[in-house]
C-alpha cells in the first residue's frame, strides 16, 4: 500500500524555469492539499482539491497552478520559478473533510 | 482568514519531564487534529478531536479540545528521546470550510 506518493524528492531549479511536482495516492481519497513548509513557518496550503476536477486556491496559491483530472493524481505546477519558493512541498490526502490527512515524504525544492 | 497559533515555538525538556504546546484558533474550529513530524520526516496524524470540551490519551499523550472549540492542548508526560519532533495543530474553520489550517508548530528536544 503505497499512500501517497510525490515525485522528485529533490529538485534543483534556476530562475525563471518551470517545473510539476507530482503526487499521487492509491487510497481512493477525495480531498487532496499542497502544502510548502518553510523553516519555523509551519505548513502553509497552496491549494487544495475535494474532487476530480474541482480545486480551490489556500492561504498562498500565488506562483503556482494544480489540476485535478483524476482522482488518484494532483500535480503542482510552478511557473518562472522565483528563490522565495524554496521551500519543502508537502502533498496531503483524506477520504473526507474531517479525517486525517495522509502525507507524502515531501519534495525538497531549491531556486537558484 | 483563519489563524491557527501554537506555543511554545520551541521547548527544550530534561528526559522524564512533562511538555505541554498549546494550540489557539482566531475562529471556532469544527475539529482539530494533531500531527508529529520527526526531524527529516513528514507530518504522522496523531489524533482528532471534534467535541467541546472532549479529553482523549494515548499513552503518555494527552490530548484536549477547548470548551468553545478555539483551543487544544497536547501535554506529554515524562518525555523520551522517542518524542522528539514538531508537533503540529490543524483545524477546520466552521462546517463549510474545506481548507485545513495548520500551526506554526512546537519544537521538542529531549536532552537524555
Known sequence: ?112 | GQQVMQIPQYQHVQEGEDFTTYCNSSTTLSNIQWYKQRPGGHPVFLIQLVKSGEVKKQKRLTFQFGEAKKNSSLHITATQTTDVGTYFCAGHSGAGSYQLTFGKGTKLSVIP
Open chain 1, 1 to 112: 500500500n503505497a499512500g501517497v506518493t510525490q515525485t522528485p524528492k529533490f529538485r534543483i531549479l534556476k530562475i525563471g524555469q518551470s517545473m510539476t511536482l507530482q503526487c499521487a495516492q492509491d487510497m481512493n481519497h477525495n480531498y487532496m492539499y499542497w502544502y510548502r513548509q518553510d523553516p519555523g513557518m509551519g505548513l502553509k496550503l497552496i491549494y487544495y482539491s475535494v474532487g476530480a476536477g474541482i480545486t480551490d486556491k489556500g492561504e498562498v496559491p500565488n506562483g503556482y497552478n494544480v489540476s485535478r483530472s483524476t482522482t488518484e493524481d494532483f500535480p503542482l505546477r510552478l511557473e518562472l520559478a522565483a528563490p522565495s519558493q524554496t521551500s519543502v512541498y508537502f502533498c496531503a490526502s483524506s477520504y473526507a473533510r474531517n479525517t486525517e490527512a495522509f502525507f507524502g515524504q515531501g519534495t525538497r525544492l531549491t531556486v537558484v
